[in-house]
């Protein structure tokens, strides 16, 4: 009998975790309750099977909403879990952590960091406190609205030292068109129509001015350049023919490459 009893009681269980969130929280509490759980779990699930079991629970919070997160005491942001980059913070804490030990590995203090495709900001956010108050974050990005959640964080985390560039950075002047990639492809936003293939249909469409990396570098009153990542969606070879920023500073550079976008 005991046994009957609880293969009904399981079924039950589990239906209240699944519907009962809905009716007594909003979609904001629901998401940051449910990513909380998920870091948890992640942080102490000792195999990588089973990693992403909480998953299971996503459809009690659906729909999801953008939610503020503490990242780190010195990097508050607004993350949208439709967003892959966003999604990744909210389940593990972090983004390719690899590249940013990388790249810490040359900043100090009063260094400068030139993120290039800044995306909302997480690497500009880390390199901030890193550099401190006499150092400097050049965030360059042209996606519009992306530049607006860009400064939403920038502003939540108080990371005064970070200046936004809201251009596309190419090798000459230029206005180019921007194809914007769908939510979950956030940050593979591209400027040369010819790539939309690539990385899905776009869902708009802006025209951005394009600005070669001397220049940024130059007006931005900077007088060293430490480290410069590159993430541009396979126009990285335009980004780094900045000859005059990479002869006067022998900046380190971390460059993503992906060989069909090339």
């Excluded at 939610?67 to 967003?83: F, G, K, T």
């Excluded at 980059?85 to 100090?108: C, K, Y």
């Excluded at 469409?205 to 480290?227: M, N, Q, W």
């Amino acid at each position: 009998m005991k046994k009957r009893y609880l293969w009904l009681l399981v079924p039950g269980v589990l239906a209240m975790a699944m519907f009962v969130p809905k009716m007594v929280a909003s979609p904001e509490t629901r998401t940051g309750a449910y990513f909380a759980m998920q870091r948890g779990w992640m942080a102490h699930w000792p195999f990588e099977s089973g990693k992403y079991a909480p998953r299971v629970f996503l459809p009690a919070v659906m729909p999801v909403a953008p939610v503020w997160y503490q990242v780190e005491p010195h990097i508050r942001m607004h993350l949208d879990p439709e967003d892959f980059v966003s999604r990744t913070i909210l389940e593990t804490g972090e983004w390719e952590p690899t590249s940013w030990r990388a790249m810490r590995a040359h900043l100090q203090g009063g260094a400068t960091f030139v993120d290039v495709g800044a995306q909302i900001g997480y690497y500009s956010l880390k390199a901030a406190p890193v550099v401190g108050p006499r150092g400097h974050v050049i965030a360059i990005e042209p996606n519009p609205e992306t530049v607006a959640k860009l400064e939403n964080n920038i502003r939540a985390s108080g990371a005064k030292v970070i200046a936004i560039a809201p251009v596309a950075c190419s090798d000459a002047e230029a206005v180019l068109d921007l194809f914007a990639a769908p939510a979950v492809q956030h940050g593979r936003d591209v400027a040369f129509q010819g790539k939309c293939k690539q990385t899905g249909a776009p869902v708009a469409t802006y025209k951005v001015r394009a600005r070669p990396l001397d220049d940024i570098v130059r007006e931005s009153g900077v007088s060293r350049v430490d480290v410069i990542k590159i993430d541009v969606e396979g126009a990285e070879y335009l980004v780094l023919k900045g000859p005059q920023t990479m002869a006067q500073y022998h900046p380190i550079v971390l460059v993503e490459i992906i060989d069909h976008q090339l």
